[in-house]
């Protein structure tokens, strides 16, 4: 897209007023009442959606990383789809797989034992979605399904800084349908990427079709009102296609996660906990951190000439992916996937990071020690003086 034109769709924003943007405050009632908590069974015509989101649209043509193909990455789709059965890094002593949990023959115990306590590891989780029995294995399972059920909803795909530079960005939201029809035909080396935190409103039925994992029910940031609101957003319904993703990053808020797969194919990189300049670098975080996800991959992997503990696999429809507090992760997908994650603190992680979590966030610290006595005696007593480590510590490298 050109400078002029995309001036000229800056210009007819500000002429409008940039909350337009949002369709929700276009038409507040089509958000609340286009889904309830049933199935929808019937979407709207396109054109009539292309016409009450034509303003959504035109924002997101204002984004400039989510509309250039420079490498021209729609032509190799044949790559993208060979790293579902091949790694990134040629020698195997350069990258490990993930292990692999089953959620239905290791207990709450042994899982935390081996995978959160000490700084943690990440781990594969199967049979999360028999577990509670899922409605979204059937709802979510593919583009057409997911479609058929939730057309009408509107999910966010990007967000609008206000052009004073004041407040917060305004959310650009476009419905599941038009998402869909925009990953058949865009081209873009980096395409928008559905990312909605707000399950309220039209996607509340979201909250019915899945269930938190036997494993994650006990959040500290979930104790009250009060600490929710410490760490609001922490789940996210996930919608991307082909060569969309997420740059190498660190959890916010010394939080771990869990993400269920359950259309699709992503791709991922894991490194151990580090900080130093050093480590930086070789991982490629500043580098990349606002480049197409997809260079990541192409650039960086083959330039990692050492055993620094990455972890590289790829996570199938039905499998639950946990990462550990700390640990540095990045994602790509392979084909259009649906995807739910939350970000969570577990008790089992705080006596590692705990010197950290208390020089960053001392008040909240302190209103955890008034009011969640039980819980930070047990941190405190299962922290090891002589090898309790800052969080952001993590690799000397």
Known sequence: MSELEKQRIFDQFQAEGIELLIPIILDES?????????????????????????QSLNAMMGVPI?????????????????LVTNKIMKDDNLSKGIEYVDISTVNFEEFERKYVANGGRPAMITNVVEEKNWRAKDRWHSKEQLVSGYGNVPIKVTEIKPFHGMGRPHEVRIPIQLYAEYDDNNVADDPFYGFEHDMDQARKAFHEDYHVPSYFENDIYDLNERTREFYPNYKHFIVGGQRTGTNLHVDPKFTSAWNTLLCGYKKWAIFPPGSSDAYLELLGVKKYSQLPPSYWWLDVPQTIKEDIGMIECVQKPGETIYVPAGWWHCVLNLSFT?????????????????????????CFTNYLKDNAKEIISRVIDNIDKDNSLSINQGISY
Do not use: G, M
């Open 30 to 54: 089509s958000d609340d009442d286009c889904v309830t908590t049933k199935h929808i069974e019937q979407v709207e015509e396109p054109q009539n959606l292309h016409q009450r989101y034509a």
């Open 66 to 82: 989510h509309n250039h193909s420079e490498r021209e990455l729609f032509k190799r789709k044949e790559w993208y789809e060979s």
């Open 338 to 362: 649906v995807a739910i994650t939350h970000n969570l603190l577990l008790q089992a992680t705080l006596p590692f990071q705990w010197i950290s979590f208390c020089d960053t966030y001392p």
